[in-house]
């Protein structure tokens, strides 16, 4: 049974006592449902000494006399009447109830930009299955872990431009992360400056008390018309924090197949300094990372030092269903004084 049927289940409803609805309850009073089980003994002991208390003389009959008589079971009535009237009687002083609790969350939330380089670099394979695809992935699982914190998207090569502005739509976030590929921009390089400019234009007129720039990039400064340092200095005059991700290991690295089907290794170099200094600039962190574990493992780290708190808000709303139960055990008791007061006490009487 849902528990929006029970406010409008009246008390007479035999609804009651199904198994189902007895086991949907929270009893406030369990222990007492154990006072269930003498019942059945304090019936049996009535009966046995009924049974020795009101012997008769013997006397001797045929087997055709012994005939049953339906009044034989009908004189147990009171008794069964009586043990309802007590078991309802316990359950309702075992107090059933049902509790809905709603938690509430609330933050004041995080502005977040993701600035990810799709540059033709990103295609190298010292990541699995490219840096590319380890770069989505980890901001897809960054993205899960938020809550109620703003994120934006920019992607950059030669050029720059905003993916996605600030939302809280995560779904719609990780459904544009997924479609990101090397083509989408035509021009080639890595449009460093470009991307921080795209992403402070976004973050401008944000009145978070926390603004966070997570730049990820593979290599240096080689397109877009600002310069990455002037770019820095302009997001921090609007109180952006800066993160930056150099990705990528130095020296022979694998990039396509050749010929014969083989790894093709080429010669990688980075120069970090420039992600370096736009950390120092947006007083963040620079972290170098040389796999698809190290990348995880700086995303968890940024997840844990922007971490906003999150605060509770929990509503109780508690109903109370022992006078149903109590309703009943009247109605049987009226049942069994009508026993024990009317024409029927003369069938049920020996």
């Known amino acids: 049974m849902d528990d929006d049927i029970y406010a409008d289940l009246p008390w007479y409803s035999i609804d009651w006592f199904y198994l189902s609805t007895l086991k949907n309850f929270t009893w406030e009073n369990r222990l007492a449902l154990f006072a269930l089980v003498l019942i059945p003994l304090c019936i049996l002991v009535r009966w046995t000494l009924r049974y020795f208390l009101n012997q008769k003389l013997p006397i001797a009959l045929t087997r055709s006399q012994l005939r049953s008589n339906p009044t034989n079971l009908v004189r147990m009535a009171p008794d069964f009447l009586m043990a309802l009237v007590f078991s ?30 799709i540059s033709q670099s990103m295609q190298i394979e010292d990541f699995k299955p490219n840096r590319l695809e380890a770069a989505k992935e980890v901001a897809n699982d960054f993205i899960d872990g938020r809550f109620q914190d703003r994120i934006g998207i920019v992607i950059f090569s030669g050029d720059a431009y905003s993916l996605s502005p600030l939302t809280t739509d995560y779904d719609l976030l990780k459904s544009y992360i997924e479609d990101i ?20 234009n976004r973050m401008r007129e944000s009145d978070s008390k926390s603004k966070v720039l997570i730049l990820l990039s593979d290599g240096d400064n080689t397109a877009g018309n600002i310069d990455p340092i002037t770019a820095a200095n302009l997001a921090t005059a609007y109180d952006i924090k800066m993160y930056s991700i150099a990705i990528g290991k130095e020296g022979k690295v694998p990039f396509g197949k050749d010929f014969f089907g083989r790894p093709r290794m080429v010669d990688n170099t980075m120069d970090e300094s420039t992600l370096r200094e736009i950390a120092k600039i947006g007083e963040g962190e620079f972290f170098r990372v040389g796999d698809n574990e190290a990348l995880e493992k700086v995303f968890e780290l940024i997840d844990n030092y922007e971490k906003a708190e999150i605060q509770e808000t929990r509503y109780k709303d508690t109903q109370d269903y022992y006078r149903n139960y109590l309703m009943w055990a009247l109605v049987f008791l009226i049942v069994w004084m009508f026993t024990k007061s009317t024409f029927i006490t003369n069938v049920l009487q020996d």
């Open 88 to 117: 309802l009687m316990i359950v309702a002083i075992a107090r059933p109830q049902k509790t809905n609790e709603k938690v509430e969350q609330w933050t004041e939330g995080i502005d977040i930009m993701l600035a990810m380089d």
């Open 181 to 200: 590929e090397f083509d989408m921009i035509e021009n080639r390089g890595t449009a460093i400056g470009s991307a921080l400019a795209v992403a402070t």
